[in-house]
């Protein structure tokens, strides 16, 4: 019987250990811009004004309002790739983690499912090393819709045909809901999780 196994990119994957704030303070310092929380709640509203509404490069958007918001004199395209490379280099990958996928992708199909921009997600794990563990990488971008639409979840069905789907998240709501309602077995990495072995075990035992 073949498997093909999904997995939620961000805080799934590829972890966050700090909280997202302390990446936008860094990248709007280093354009010479003073952070504040308004400024923070600024760029989120922004981003996911965007981001939900599918529109074309919400990073770009984010910082543009933080620009507007500041009354800054920044170059906007060196103020968006700044924000890229902190938010990439602020990233960890468990090492149970990194492991435990180097052995699944061994006797399986894997594949990334997740909400985002297909460009940047792909980037963020070729960051860490790990694109080539994967047979395919979906982004709710590509498909025109986020987890828990079922667009995601299809297209992992029409291009990694097997006879059971596995999805691996942390969002109860968008990877488990939406798995089980795509007809995917769910996996929900706790939120409390911190990737060590006990979790990666216990995938391998289910898989």
Known sequence: ????????????VVHYPEPYKNIIRRTVEAHGIEYTDELRAVSKEA?????????PDPYRQSMAAVVEA???????????????????????VPDAAR???TALAADNQLAIVTNGIRERQVEKLDHHGLTDLFDRFVASYEVGAHKPDSAPF?????ELPADEYVMVGNEYETDVEGARNAGFVPIHYESGDDGGPDLWDSIDALV
């Open 1 to 12: 019987m073949t498997t093909t196994i999904c997995f939620d990119l961000d805080d799934t």
């Open 47 to 55: 981003f996911y004004t965007a981001f939900e509404a599918l529109e």
């Open 70 to 92: 500041a009354g800054a004199d920044a170059d906007l395209d060196a103020l968006v790739e700044t924000l890229k490379e902190t938010e990439f280099a602020s990233t960890t």
């Open 99 to 101: 492991d435990s996928l």
């Open 154 to 158: 299809d297209r992992v069905r029409e």
